[in-house]
């Protein structure tokens, strides 16, 4: 299983990022897709989760109308269009595939990629 994530960079509040992940090692198609976050100090948490079947999205309360999550199954990617970013959204992210688990998500994988640095100045 391999994830490699890219797209991150500094930007001035306000601004927008599309961050994308290629993803190998599983067969990317059966499995809903996710992007994660780590920020200095906290725990890494869920921000977007897009499902296998009909391509329905989940996100975190904090990132929602902000945060939209796609993939493409024929090029095995995973993308995340950020827009009206805040400093709060500062964070290393990372990408995974996830199962669901009652009313939430089991990520599938426990390994990671690199992840992509993503600034956001004031």
């Known amino acids: 299983v391999q994830f490699v994530e890219s797209g991150g960079g500094l930007v001035q509040f306000g601004g927008s990022l599309r961050l994308s992940c290629a993803a190998s090692?599983?067969?990317?198609?059966?499995?809903?897709m996710s992007w994660h976050r780590q920020a200095p100090g906290k725990e890494r948490e869920l921000v977007a989760v897009?499902?296998?079947?009909?391509?329905?999205?989940d996100y975190a309360d904090s990132v929602k109308g902000r945060f939209t999550i796609s993939r493409d199954n024929a090029k095995n990617m995973v993308y995340l269009q950020m827009i009206s970013l805040k400093p709060e959204d500062t964070a290393v992210y990372y990408c995974?595939?996830?199962?669901?688990?009652?009313?939430?998500?089991?990520?599938?994988?426990?390994?990671w990629g690199r992840g992509t640095q993503v600034t956001v100045s004031s």
């Open positions: 995974n595939a996830e199962i669901p688990y009652g009313s939430t998500w089991y990520t599938a994988w426990n390994y």
């Open positions: 897009i499902t296998s079947t009909d391509g329905s999205t």
């Open positions: 090692g599983f067969t990317f198609s059966s499995y809903a």
